[in-house]
């Protein structure tokens, strides 16, 4: 039977001389996950991301990708891999067809039209004659993201995408990646430390401190370990509850002895909650996010303060 796995690696290693940017690292994804790699800057990150796409070779271990281990199988595995990692060079005076022209046709990618069909799927299709020094930074990083669309990858390596945006900038590169993980199947590893953001992405998490990935864990592992949850005081909680179960069919709460609710898979969509209930016309004393948030709980893990 053929393996769901994406990716695997068995005690991959990265030496430089006598400093170790990657100690042995064990790790998977898995088709049609959101790998978030989580760590500060120097951790590893960036390492382990050019071991996977072949920008840097390993010292030691070994990678699988799509079932593929040799040299060979995996120069062809990484065409099926579209990567951002570090910024990519882009020409200050061309414009975002231009630019994306002159890289399908340095990287033999073929058909003129993945140009348009790359820019339409990061919304850069309306962009005409603007010139690249000209762009947002948010404009900037979906150029990035429709380079690395060009070859119609399976996979999406993405090292901290949302790395200097504004918060208009990240909701729309989240919403972006989201789309293309459910519609298309993308599957995606995406590095940063930008926490909060993760827990808006990711479906399954991979901490890494020092060179070492120290735990791995679904989404589900996180809530549970940070505890978060929204804590709603309202009249009617019953009342309450019966829209809350209509609106979110998958929604987790408890009412508790004060006749709060407390919600556990929901915060980030705190306002929609609140717009719930006001339609219902069930009155809302207070809403809050209790627990430990993902920054919290990373620090935890690696000690010492977070670079965020």
Request: glycine share 8%; with cysteine; proline share 3%.
């Amino acid at each position: 039977m053929m393996s769901k796995n994406i990716m695997m690696s068995k005690s991959l290693t990265k030496t430089y001389g006598s400093f170790t940017a990657l100690y042995p690292t064990t790790l998977s994804i898995s088709k049609g996950e959101i790998l978030g790699l989580v760590g500060r800057n120097g951790a590893g990150k960036t390492t382990l991301l050019k071991l996977i796409t072949g920008q840097c070779l390993p010292t030691g271990g070994e990678l699988e990708l799509f079932s593929e281990t040799t040299t060979e199988g995996l120069r062809q595995a990484r065409q099926r891999i579209g990567a951002i990692v570090e910024t990519p060079c882009f020409y200050r005076d061309m414009t975002a067809r231009q630019n994306l022209e002159y890289y399908r046709i340095q990287r033999g990618i073929p058909g003129k039209e993945r140009v348009e069909a790359a820019l339409f799927e990061v919304g850069l299709k309306d962009t005409g004659n603007k010139k690249f020094r000209d762009f947002s930074m948010g404009m900037k990083q979906r150029l990035a993201l429709a380079l690395a669309l060009m070859n119609h990858p399976d996979f999406l390596v993405l090292d901290e995408p949302i790395n200097g945006l504004d918060p208009l900038g990240i909701v729309e590169i989240r919403e972006l990646l989201l789309t293309l993980n459910r519609e298309k199947q993308i599957t995606i590893l995406i590095s940063g430390h930008v926490l909060a953001e993760m827990q808006s992405l990711a479906t399954n998490y991979a901490f890494i401190d020092g060179g070492r990935v120290i735990k791995t864990m679904t989404s589900q592992q996180l809530e549970e370990s940070c505890g978060q949850y929204l804590r709603l005081m309202i009249d009617h909680e019953t009342r309450a509850a019966v829209h809350l179960e209509k609106h979110f069919p998958d929604i987790r709460y408890s009412i508790q002895a004060d006749k709060s609710i407390h919600i556990y898979n929901l915060q980030g969509q705190a306002d929609e909650v609140t717009r719930v209930l006001v339609e219902n016309n069930i009155r809302l004393s207070s809403l809050e996010t209790r627990g430990t948030n993902l920054e919290d709980y990373f620090v935890s893990l690696v000690g010492g303060t977070q670079d965020v």
